[in-house]
């Protein structure tokens, strides 16, 4: 192909006038091999040359094929490499960079692509050891890699991800991923978001031996990291809502809920790959080592069941708006149902005392706690363990009391861990015939008969008082094995102030719209869902609801109208579909509020109008 009776060097002596031409790529080959030693004399030279070779191969990927020939049979990467080990400073690093960059970004042909990526020298750059104290470098280092991510697909994955093949044939790992996991909690937040857009490209790639391994060598340390790095934020949003009494914060707190939104979409992303490796791992980590141990704990720091020893925790109110919008966003069928049964379900004693299998099979309690170690020696103690990586086993929940010998909730939410979203549809025929237990007053649901009794059409021998009564009485009981769901709750009482019962308002509409939750669960509490039989309900729930609508309307209320607007919401998912399930007391209380109302509004406008003529009278 390069066989001609002219010598190309003594051609590429002279610049070419066609910058876009094969003559002028192999001239600014010859630039760099008379100039392989870095100099300050140099420096503009060789960067104007880097940046002159991106274009030229980008033209020629698209118009001449032979421009790739001659890159790849010079091996003009290596010059790169070579470069990059000369220790030239920033302004040569940044612009060789930036030459890969909108190399890889602007390359659209496949072959060009398994060229550039063939002979390792991408992986020789990704782990180079560049000065990422400079924030231009680290810039352009991320969306180096991330533009990588984007190349990922069944065909080039093998190009990164380095395949333990025998004892001593390949190294096993992964340089693209291992290395932008590493900035998952860098400071920078553009920095985070692009690690995260980086792991998910890497997921969402169908290779069975690279998922296997992210998932028995870096998945633990990466997703232990994480989840205490999201944790460490939720204290710091706290932190903020704490000493922000006087509202003068709006702007950070809004970038610290921003942020906590972002990870859980992140989290909920990952989740629904259905990657079995991944996601039970990541479940484990995430309820273990965050929601129920931060999260759901934190409900109770303010009440009676607080437990003697001091653990982080944060505001219930906090706590309140973070669950909410955990049920709004994940639906992992695992994770949300657990979830949710330790609330309804669980109490203190049982929930502290569990343990779980988190790491290497040892077991440990629960709780919110930072890892062993951090991400980069874990992976590093992963990179050069000479023994084979023993796999996690799947995590095993068991209650630390010895007297107790029945079924606990752990067990309970194990049998719930081994779901998969798979199984939903016979699932949901289940439910279905527990609806149907339900209504005929089974002993383990709540019915007019059970223990946990809520209000139910068509009962016979009593009028609705004393049904009301009754099933106060048996609700009251009920709450009080419930202290998590009791503390929810109790927080809609306004006579003082609605601040706490608007994130309870919200954490329960959350919860019933969630489709990840059995409704059979919420049914124990009587609360709404799509499926439910309407002719059941919590009586103690609708009351505290029709009493937020009845002091929304006093003249001196506390209750504010995103409250009373969250509330008539959450009682047409209790009580209303296709037609009103509503007690006669129930109801006369929302059209006395009402009426009440409107005689508030008219005595506002009149008010208004006998103003309004005496200014004109004067």
Known sequence: ?????????????????????????????????????????????????????????????????????????????????????????????????????????????????????????????????????????????????????????????????NEEIGEKQHTNDFALYTEAIKFFNHPESMVRIAVRTLTLNVYKVNDKAMLMYIGNRTAAPYFSNLVWFIGNHVLELD??????????????????VAEHLDHLHYLNDILHLNIDRLNEILSDQL????????????????????????????????????????????????????????????????????????????????????????????????????????????PRYRDSSPEDDSETVAERRDETDSNKEK????????????EEKFVDSSPDMPSSGSD??????????????????????????????????ATIVNTL?????????LFSLCLMYAMGSNTGIRPSLLDTVGMPTKHQDKSVYSVQLVERLVTIMSQSCRFDSKVRPATLQMAIILLKQLVYQDKCYLQDVHLACIEGAREESKLLLRNYYKGEIGRASCRERV
């Open 287 to 394: 309820l273990n080592r965050l929601l129920i141990p931060l999260y759901v704990f934190s409900l109770t720091k303010d009440k009676r069941y607080e437990t003697q020893e001091e653990k982080p925790h944060v505001h219930s109110v906090v706590a309140l708006f973070l669950l909410s919008q955990v049920f709004l966003i994940l639906s992992h069928f695992p994770v949300i149902t657990t979830l949710a049964d330790v609330i309804i379900n669980d109490d203190i004693s049982t929930v502290s005392s569990q343990m779980t299998d988190i790491g290497e099979g040892e077991m440990h309690r629960r709780g919110f706690v930072a890892p062993t170690e951090t991400l980069e020696k874990s992976l590093e103690s992963s990179r050069i363990a000479s023994a084979p990586y023993r796999p996690q086993r799947k």
């Open 1 to 161: 192909m390069f066989s001609k009776g002219k010598n190309w060097i003594q051609q590429a002596v002279w610049k070419p006038k066609n910058l876009h031409s094969l003559e002028h790529l192999k001239f600014l080959y010859h630039v760099l091999t008379k100039n392989q030693m870095v100099t300050d004399q140099n420096k503009s030279l060789l960067v104007e040359t880097l940046r002159s070779i991106s274009e030229i191969l980008i033209w020629g990927d698209q118009n001449d094929s032979t421009v790739f020939d001659f890159f790849l049979e010079k091996n003009m990467l290596a010059f790169f490499i070579k470069i990059l080990r000369q220790r030239t400073g920033r302004y040569v690093c940044v612009q060789i960079l930036q030459t890969l960059n909108i190399l890889f970004e602007n390359i659209r042909n496949e072959t060009s692509l398994y060229y550039l990526l063939s002979n390792n020298h991408v992986n020789c750059i990704i782990v180079h050891k560049f000065d990422f104290s400079d924030e231009e470098i680290l810039a352009y280092y991320i969306s180096f890699l991330k533009t990588l991510s984007l190349k990922l697909n069944p065909h080039t994955i093998h190009f990164f991800y």
């Open 239 to 256: 932190s903020c809502v704490r000493n922000d009494t006087d509202h003068q914060s709006r702007n950070r707190l809004s970038d610290l």
């Open 493 to 501: 009482d306004c006579n003082d102030s609605d601040y706490k019962a």
């Open 423 to 434: 199984q939903q549809q016979d699932d949901e025929d289940e439910e279905e015939e527990e």
């Open 452 to 485: 946990q009794g809520f209000y139910k059409i068509n009962e016979q021998n009593s009028t609705d008082e004393e049904k009301s009564h009754a099933a106060c009485q048996r609700e009251t009981k009920s709450l009080q094995d419930r202290p998590y769901w």
